[in-house]
T-cell receptor, first 115, second 116 residues
Framework: TQLLEQSPQFLSIQEGENLTVYCNSS?????LQWYRQEPGEGPVLLVT?????EVKKLKRLTFQFGDARKDSSLHITAAQTGDTGLYLC???????????????FGKGTLLTVNP | NAGVTQTPKFRVLKTGQSMTLLCAQD?????MYWYRQDPGMGLRLIHY???????AKGEVPDGYNVSRLKKQNFLLGLESAAPSQTSVYFC???????????????FGAGSRLTVL
């Protein structure tokens, strides 16, 4: 079973602070995705990382894929209240047929950015 | 584009009642999925479909049935609702199941179901 463990589970910070959340697994993933889910909405894709060691930036958000492709991190610089939400990582689940059409999700980090 | 649309958004059922959740996508996606989201449990896959007329079981299929009669629609049915099925249900779709790289999901806004 390819499990994705996210930490911390909850994070409450003040606007302007920096933060990092983590997504770890004992298994190797061909890629990992990060989604953000706002209250009352479905998850929305933020980024996909594919290559070990890859770093991607999305404005104030920096995503990194571990060299061994077993973990990923999301760093937010100068957090804003609009960053509040549930951050989920997800990776493709291997199937017997070999095609990665199912995603395994972590349980998420619930981030609250206070004004 | 509407993307993925789920109906209804809210529903309250009594134990033993039946109901169907409808998911419609207008992106011509081949793959469709039903997830449930519960506090502390994350998103768990109930059933999925890799194309019109096909369905398959996910992690937590018991108590649910699905149908994919048309490519754009994926229905989730509860034949005899139980309180344990109180949850938020999300439908998602994707263009393809890639053998490498990522399979990106587009989610609906969710359907909140309460079973009393």
């Amino acid at each position: 079973t390819q499990l994705l463990e996210q930490s911390p589970q909850f994070l409450s910070i003040q606007e302007g602070e920096n933060l990092t959340v983590y997504c770890n697994s004992s298994s190797v993933f061909s890629s990992l995705q990060w989604y953000r889910q706002e209250p009352g909405e479905g998850p929305v894709l933020l980024v996909t990382v594919v290559t070990g060691g890859e770093v991607k930036k999305l404005k104030r958000l920096t995503f990194q894929f571990g060299d061994a492709r077993k973990d990923s991190s999301l760093h937010i610089t100068a957090a804003q209240t609009g960053d509040t939400g549930l951050y989920l990582c997800a990776g493709p689940r291997r199937s017997s047929g070999g095609s990665n059409y199912k995603l395994t999700f972590g349980k998420g980090t619930l981030l609250t950015v206070n004004p | 584009n509407a993307g993925v649309t789920q109906t209804p958004k809210f529903r309250v059922l009594k134990t033993g009642q039946s109901m169907t959740l409808l998911c419609a996508q207008d992106m011509n996606h081949e793959y469709m999925y039903w997830y449930r989201q519960d506090p502390g449990m994350g998103l768990r896959l109930i059933h999925y479909s890799v194309g019109e007329g096909t369905t398959a079981k996910g992690e937590v299929p018991d108590g649910y049935n699905v149908s994919r009669l048309k490519k754009q629609n994926f229905l989730l049915g509860l034949e005899s609702a139980a309180p344990s099925q109180t949850s938020v249900y999300f439908c998602a779709s994707s263009y393809t199941g890639l053998t490498s790289g990522a399979n990106v999901l587009t989610f609906g806004a969710g359907s909140r179901l309460t079973v009393l």
